[in-house]
């Protein structure tokens, strides 16, 4: 079986972080020379999470209570929650299918005069062109948040200049994971110093804290390789248990009703060690490989077949979905050929305020209903992308096609070989 589900983490890495649970660390220096791998480190801020340096933000912000803030119509829940939690009403924006980005005309109709700040997500492994959004925050003078949660192309890259705030995740199912960690980028200085003097307000996470998670992790990480986890599938199919459900429920970082007190720490010496360590040895050619093999896989999809995001050039394939009628049909078939496919994701649609239902995001809502997340690992040879491929080639019937691929010199042949076998 080729897994979804991976932790893009080395043994070597995972040794390091069993050796560091017995040392002290500099949590200053620490702190620098995270900072020192991106291009302003004067700039950059580490947190615990990204919705840990979020919620520290939005605080040093300070706007007034029922601030609209506009944000990509899909981002994971806890992205909202935090909003909600600083009295400001979360507004989202319709996507654009090509591109996941927020689409330009419903942004500018959602402006109204108690908008204050525009959130872009850049979903799945893109790197969106932001000049467009980025105009009209400054027409509007709003601020202006970047989400690269699932965007990190290596530390070179630290966000689009007009935005105010670029954030990166380390966390568990994101790129060189960390088991944790998020830094910001923040190119308002009085923003920044405010932030971290509130961060200093935190208690440090405990070492038994990081203890738990980096062993739960390790694990789960353990779990992924291919024998081990064929075995783990195979008996969960068997016994019937949701193995989806439960991946998403363990991977998430911080559950349970205390949400948001969980994310109110330092980081950890050790996490912060291990987060110095991914940074400094990060490796973009590993990357550069994973972009490789979704454009090798995008080709070998059946023609037309829609991809959320698929328009874009610039994309390092994080995930790599498609969009199905009958997605459990789908899944169904890809497990028959040896496929993990999945509909489980962390991406919620966010609803509109009670007040404006047509901002109701329904591109988003139908495109997340129809989402499936093909298995593309490391390990897995051209022949078993086209294998892939072929597979789905002949599940076209389930599958939503773009009416901007319809290409006539691809479909001509087709419809001729339809009239022959018919
Ligand atoms: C993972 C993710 C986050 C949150 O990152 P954490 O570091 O886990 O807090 C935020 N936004 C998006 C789009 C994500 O995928």
Redesign the pocket.
């Known amino acids: 079986m080729w897994l979804r589900m991976r932790f893009d983490i080395g043994w070597a890495d995972v040794a390091f972080g069993v050796r560091s649970l017995g040392k002290r660390f500099d949590r200053e220096a620490l702190h620098q020379r995270i900072a020192d791998c991106w291009p302003a480190p004067e700039r950059m801020f580490t947190a615990?999470?990204?919705?840990?340096?979020?919620d520290l933000m939005w605080k040093s912000l300070e706007l007034p209570p029922g601030s609209e803030v506009l944000m990509?119509a899909?981002?994971?829940p806890?992205?909202v929650r935090v909003v909600k939690h600083h009295q400001l009403v979360p507004v989202p924006v319709d996507l654009d299918l090509g591109s996941m980005a927020p689409d330009v005309d419903t942004l500018r109709r959602a402006i109204t005069p108690a908008t204050r700040a525009i959130v872009v997500?850049?979903?799945f492994g893109t790197h969106l062109a932001l000049d467009p959004i980025v105009k009209i925050a400054k027409e509007h003078n709003l601020r202006i948040i970047e989400?690269c949660?699932?965007g990190f192309e290596g530390c070179r890259r630290d966000g689009h200049p007009g935005a105010d705030v670029t954030?990166f995740?380390?966390?568990?199912?994101?790129t060189i994971t960390a088991f944790?960690?998020?830094v910001f980028c923040v190119r308002d200085a009085e923003l920044l110093a405010r932030m971290q003097s509130l961060e200093k307000l935190y208690p440090v996470q405990s070492l038994w804290s990081y203890v738990k998670r980096f062993t739960k992790y390790s694990m789960l990480t353990a779990m992924a390789c291919r024998p081990l986890c064929d075995v783990i599938l195979t008996v969960s199919r068997a016994a019937g248990w949701d193995y989806d459900h439960w991946i998403n429920t363990v991977a998430r970082?911080?559950p349970g009703p205390r949400w948001l007190e969980r994310?109110r720490y330092q980081p950890s010496g050790q996490l912060l060690a291990m987060l110095e360590r991914r940074l400094r040895t990060c490796d973009t050619t590993a990357i550069a490989a994973r972009a490789a093999r979704g454009r090798r896989l995008a080709q070998a999809m059946p023609h037309g077949a829609m991809r959320p995001a698929g328009h874009i050039d610039e994309h390092t394939y994080w995930v790599f979905p498609i969009l199905a009628r009958d997605p459990k049909r789908v899944i169904a078939e890809l497990a028959g050929a040896g496929f993990d496919a999945t509909q489980g994701c962390?991406?919620r649609v966010i609803d509109p305020p009670e007040d404006r239902p047509e901002l109701d995001p329904c591109v988003a809502r139908e495109a997340l209903a129809g989402m499936v997340f093909l298995p593309m690992g490391p390990a897995m040879p051209r022949r078993e992308l086209e294998r892939m491929g072929r597979v789905l080639g002949r599940l076209t019937d389930d599958l939503v096609m773009d009416p901007q691929a319809v290409d006539p010199s691809l479909v001509f042949p087709r419809i001729v070989l339809d009239l022959r076998s018919g």
Not at 169 to 174: L, R, T
């Open positions: 615990l999470s990204v919705r840990t340096a979020y990509s899909l981002t994971i806890d992205m997500a850049h979903l989400d949660a699932q954030m995740s380390f966390g568990p199912i994101k944790g960690g998020g970082a911080f994310l962390s991406l």
